[in-house]
């Protein structure tokens, strides 16, 4: 399809992320029958017929004593839409994760784009390692969203331009910038989630303090969201516990 110059003009601007659970294999009750296996056999198995509530005293003792691999039998995979930069930190997690983003070479990308929203807090005081992020004005608010903005008209622009001239997609897409809206599956279990969580999540109840970018904690916090409804008595274990993964 050749761009028409309207069609260049036009982009979209996000404040926010997306974050969906597409499919799932995940009980507290596969944290028991995994566990129990070592002590019961093929009598584990029982477990999954049984009320994990019955045995949370369980599942709290190996979230405190860092007994992981029983947090290893299940599945959950989530489509995320979020800005580039975002997938960059997302992709440094490796183990336990599964991933397929989509590709700048095989499908024309579209002009969605992100914009921090009003609560986005913009100016960094500190030195490294130990700064703090502040509220910005509204001068530095008008900055950011007009000059983001106007890069990204151009950037899309000037990729409109050579897709129309013939350009290849995996060529064209180098001029597009990090604030550019991906896409992809994301796949690991409650274990490796856990882990993901305390690194990319600020939480009260953390043990050991982490400080992420604030666009990568919001897909943390609804992927944790989803997570907990799945696995009730683990989530609760892994706040009481400090919310360390085992």
Known sequence: MTPTPDDESKIELRSDVTVELVKH??????????????????????????DPE??????????????????????????ISAPIFVFRE??????????????????????VFYV??????????GRPGKYVFVEGSEDQQELVGRTMEDSYR???????????????????RSVLP?????SMYATCNAR?????????TQHELAKVPSF????????????????AQLMPLTYAAFNANGRVAP
């Open 25 to 50: 294999t995940a009980s507290d009750a596969d944290v028991l029958f995994a566990a129990r296996v070592s002590t019961a056999g093929e009598q584990s198995l029982d477990e999954l017929k049984k």
């Open 54 to 79: 019955r045995s949370k005293g369980l599942i709290n003792y190996l979230m405190r004593d860092r007994h992981g691999s029983p947090f290893e039998h299940n599945s959950m995979t989530f489509f």
């Open 90 to 111: 997302f992709m440094r997690h490796r183990a336990g994760w599964s991933y397929n983003e989509e590709s700048g070479r095989y499908r024309e990308l579209q002009p």
């Open 116 to 125: 921090p929203g009003s609560s986005r807090k913009l100016v960094q005081q």
């Open 154 to 172: 151009q950037a899309y622009s000037a990729y409109q331009e050579m897709l129309a001239a013939g350009v290849a997609r995996e060529v064209a």
């Open 178 to 182: 990090v604030g550019l809206f991906s």
């Open 192 to 200: 490796s989630l856990m882990h993901f969580l305390g690194l990319r």
């Open 212 to 227: 992420p970018q604030r666009e990568i904690e919001m897909v943390g916090e609804k992927m944790e969201s989803e997570w």
